[in-house]
């Protein structure tokens, strides 16, 4: 069975300070990966994906991901974070066989501080 | 465009009682996911139905079921509750259910069991 996890439930960081929040996955198969962002009392919105293909993933507004095989992770990073980036977000994984059920890790909640 | 509408928003349902939810998908989209995110952790995945079929199931109790109606919607159904089913009830939909489909999730249905 697949699981993930978040390696840091909070993460405080101060404004325009770089950040990474990190996931780790276990699967015996090939994997779909995922972030998700939830901001206060509201659903989820997917903010990158890992399909195939390279391994850097990147999303509108500035954060990136890059699956490591090897390593099973996929962290999650921004070079310089706004105050508005303060949200949860959801690492998921998907397998690749079993359809778009996923499995999410227990969240990170990112606080950005002025 | 329409995202995906889940209603209520907000209950309060005493123990033993009954509860439906409701989520209607996005135009087009043919499958319906559910999940449960209890406070201070991620979503996990209860029910997907595709086409009307049920494809997918968590590890939920029978208390809890689900159905999609031919235009798509569904109804999350949970029997005797209890209070450990206090929790944001989210729907997602996608157009398939291949892996890597994206899942498109509505803003949740808040339910408190007192």
């Known amino acids: 069975a697949q699981s993930v996890t978040q390696l840091d439930s909070q993460v405080p960081v101060f404004e325009e300070a770089p950040v990474e929040l990190r996931c780790n996955y276990s699967?015996?198969?090939?994997?779909?990966l995922f972030w998700y962002v939830q901001y206060p009392n509201q659903g989820l919105q997917l903010l990158l994906k890992y399909l195939s293909g390279s391994t850097l993933v990147e999303s509108i507004n500035g954060f990136e991901a890059e699956f490591n095989k090897s390593q099973t992770s996929f962290h999650l990073r921004k070079p310089s974070v706004h105050i508005s980036d303060t949200a949860e977000y959801f690492c998921?994984?998907?397998?690749?066989?079993?359809?778009?059920?996923?499995?999410f890790g227990g969240g990170t909640r990112l606080m950005v501080k002025p | 465009d329409a995202g995906v509408t889940q209603s209520p928003t907000h209950l309060i349902k005493t123990r033993g009682q009954h509860v439906t939810l409701r989520c209607s998908p996005i135009s087009g989209h043919k499958s319906v996911s559910w999940y449960q995110q209890v406070l201070g952790q991620g979503p996990q995945f209860i029910f997907q139905?595709?086409?009307?079929?049920e494809r997918g199931r968590g590890n939920f109790p029978d208390r809890f079921s689900a159905r999609q109606f031919p235009n798509y919607s569904s109804e999350l159904n949970v029997n005797a509750l209890l209070l450990g089913d206090s929790a944001l009830y989210l729907c997602?939909?996608?157009w398939g259910r291949g892996g890597g489909t994206e899942a498109f999730f509505g803003q949740g249905t808040r339910l408190t069991v007192v």
């Open positions: 997602a939909s996608s």
């Open positions: 998921a994984v998907s397998e690749g066989n079993a359809g778009n059920m996923l499995t």
């Open positions: 139905y595709y086409e009307k079929e």
């Open positions: 699967s015996s198969v090939s994997v779909y």
